[in-house]
Antibody, heavy 120, light 111 residues
Framework: QVQLVESGGGLVKPGGSLRLSCAASGFTFSDYYMSWIRQAPGKGLEWLSF????????YYADSLRGRFTISRDNARNSLYLQMDSLRAEDTAVYYC?????????????WGQGTTVTVSS | DIVMTQSPLSLPVTPGEPASISCRSS???????????LDWYVQKPGQSPQLLIYLGSNRASGVPDRISGSGSGTDFTLKISRVEAEDVGVYYCMQALQAHSFGQGTKLDIK
């Protein structure tokens, strides 16, 4: 079945790094634009980053200030988020989400999320 | 950056009654192709967000027709004609014209 599964979350100290992964299955991953979105405890959704199907277009939220890097490997059906210089305020559930590249039907694919906790 | 503002932030509703959520954007979401790049998502308790409405007024697959989206430019509305217990959750609008950004969310619960 169509699925996005995030992994790589965990407990990390302030200033540390973490790499999140999102494994896609059940659909043609290379036909989808992908995004990372997070949700801090008790807060709303915050869009973080977007990558086009061929990775030639990438956007980031201004709030990240160059600390996060999005990438993808279509051969491995995987999306990644490299997170550096982590801060307590990066503590959140991180979701990957996808939308079809050829026509806009909204972000209709979402993973279950992976939890990142930044604490000493 | 496009800023999205929702109201109300909390919406208690009696089952069977209608509900309406407003979303305003700081810039027009109307693309030159004629479509408004505005989506609605709901996050039900303990679940990931799920798509309800795309391009302002198009229902996603499986969304009941008692849920509808309308609006254009900078003003959009999500309406539920008759609220049911399964509609409890937090509703978000999201713009997709320039990268993405979400509204603050509107928590709908049952009175």
């Amino acid at each position: 079945q169509v699925q996005l599964v995030e992994s790589g979350g965990g407990l990390v100290k302030p200033g540390g790094s973490l790499r999140l992964s999102c494994a896609a299955s059940g659909f043609t991953f290379s036909d989808y634009y992908m995004s990372w979105i997070r949700q801090a405890p008790g807060k709303g959704l915050e869009w973080l980053s977007f990558i086009s199907s061929s990775a030639n277009t990438i956007y980031y939220a201004d709030s990240l200030r160059g600390r996060f890097t999005i990438s993808r490997d279509n051969a491995r059906n995987s999306l990644y988020l490299q997170m550096d210089s982590l801060r307590a305020e990066d503590t959140a559930v991180y979701y990957c989400a996808g939308r079809y590249e050829k026509y806009y039907y909204g972000m209709d694919l979402w993973g279950q999320g992976t939890t990142v906790t930044v604490s000493s | 950056d496009i800023v999205m503002t929702q109201s109300p932030l909390s919406l208690p509703v009696t089952p069977g009654e209608p509900a309406s959520i407003s979303c305003r954007s700081s810039q027009s979401l109307l693309h030159s192709n004629g479509y408004n790049y505005l989506d609605w998502y709901v996050q039900k308790p303990g679940q990931s967000p799920q798509l309800l409405i795309y391009l302002g007024s198009n229902r996603a697959s499986g969304v009941p027709d008692r849920i509808s989206g309308s609006g254009s430019g900078t003003d959009f509305t999500l309406k539920i004609s008759r609220v049911e217990a399964e509609d409890v959750g937090v509703y978000y609008c999201m713009q997709a014209l320039q990268a993405h950004s979400f509204g603050q969310g509107t928590k709908l619960d049952i009175k």
